[in-house]
C-alpha cells in the first residue's frame, strides 16, 4: 500500500521559510515523477514543483521558481519542498503526490497525500 505522509507545515510570518518533508512508503514500482501541490482558501489544486525519479531533475511553476526548491533525499524515501520568502499568498494546504505525469497537473499524479497546512502572517 503506497503511502505518502507531510510534515513540516506551520505559522510562520511573511518573509520567513518553511521545510516541508513528504515520507512516501510502500511502492510497487518507481513513479516517474513526485510532485508538490498546493490548494489555497478559495482557489483550486495547483502544481508547485517537481522532481523527476530517474535524472533528479526538477521543474517548478514560474511563480515559484527561485523562492522554492524542491529535492529528494533517495536513501530515506524522502522528498522535500525549501519555501524561501514566504508571503501571506503562499498560505494553503501542501500535498504530496506521485505519478506517471505530466507531472504540475493533478490528473497526473495517481497517489497523494493527506496535505499539511501553511499559514503566512503578514
Known amino acids: 500500500q503506497v503511502q505518502l505522509v507531510e510534515s513540516g507545515g506551520g505559522s510562520v510570518e511573511a518573509g520567513g521559510s518553511l521545510r516541508l518533508s513528504c515520507a512516501d512508503s510502500?511502492?510497487?514500482?518507481?513513479?516517474?515523477?513526485m510532485a508538490w501541490f498546493r490548494h489555497a482558501p478559495g482557489k483550486g489544486r495547483g502544481g508547485v514543483a517537481t522532481?523527476?525519479?530517474?535524472?533528479?531533475?526538477?521543474d517548478y511553476v514560474d511563480t515559484m521558481k527561485g523562492r522554492f526548491t524542491i529535492s529528494r533525499d533517495n536513501a530515506i524515501n524522502v522528498l522535500y519542498l525549501t519555501m524561501n520568502n514566504l508571503k501571506p499568498e503562499d498560505t494553503a494546504t501542501y500535498y504530496c503526490?506521485?505519478?506517471?505525469?505530466?507531472?504540475?497537473?493533478?490528473?497526473?499524479?495517481?497517489?497523494w497525500g493527506k496535505g499539511t497546512l501553511v499559514t503566512i502572517s503578514s
Open positions: 503526490a506521485a505519478g506517471r505525469g505530466p507531472c504540475l497537473y493533478a490528473s497526473g499524479m495517481d497517489f
Open positions: 510502500g511502492f510497487y514500482y518507481r513513479p516517474y515523477c
Open positions: 522532481f523527476f525519479t530517474e535524472t533528479g531533475a526538477t
